[in-house]
């Protein structure tokens, strides 16, 4: 089967939290040549753009990254913890015992969330008003890996990803 060059997928968020712009299907790789990011407004504004390797196959999955309105990371076979309310400050804390973590369960109904492996692509980056930014990462993505996009500003980019999927 031939691959040809083609968008990837392409967002334009509506607010500042993390969207799914594209994830390879299963079976195949991916090889990402560039994003396009848009800035449709007159004022300078930032983003986000993160590789996850799993566990970010569908927007939903995204969402449930916060129990309550409150992010948690937790270190393997140690007590430490760390909270956020907004992903950016964090507090300290301290578990009572120190093991080999792999899940956080929150709410009424405990639903179990695994952290997915995160790389960060470009992390609070500027982008000048009315101005397109073509990012070229060149990165290869294997089966169900992800890249999601978070428009700082709130409402005013657009976001596409060009490249080819192989079979």
């Known amino acids: 089967m031939a691959e040809s060059y083609k968008r990837l997928g392409a967002i334009a968020p ?12 299963a079976g195949t790789q991916s090889l990402v040549s560039n994003i396009t990011v848009a800035n449709r407004s007159s004022s300078l504004a930032t983003f986000d753009i993160n590789v996850y390797e799993t566990g970010v196959t569908q927007q939903s999955d995204l969402d449930d990254v916060a129990g309550n309105g409150t992010f948690v990371a ?6 430490a913890v760390d909270g956020s309310t907004d992903g950016i400050t964090w507090t300290a804390g301290t578990l009572t015992s120190s093991v080999a973590w792999r899940n956080v369960t929150y709410g009424e109904d405990l639903q179990p969330y695994s952290s997915p ?6 992390k609070t980056s500027e982008i000048s008003a009315n101005e ?5 990462p060149g990165i290869a993505l294997s089966a169900s890996a992800s890249i999601v996009a978070k428009d700082n500003s709130g409402g005013n980019l657009t976001i596409s ?7």
């Open 117 to 122: 492996s995160l790389n960060n692509l470009y």
């Open 161 to 167: 990803t060009y490249g080819v999927e192989l079979s």
């Open 132 to 136: 397109t930014l073509i990012l070229e």
């Open 74 to 79: 937790v270190a393997s076979n140690t007590a």
């Open 14 to 25: 509506a607010d500042d939290k993390e969207y799914l712009l594209y994830t390879t299907p």
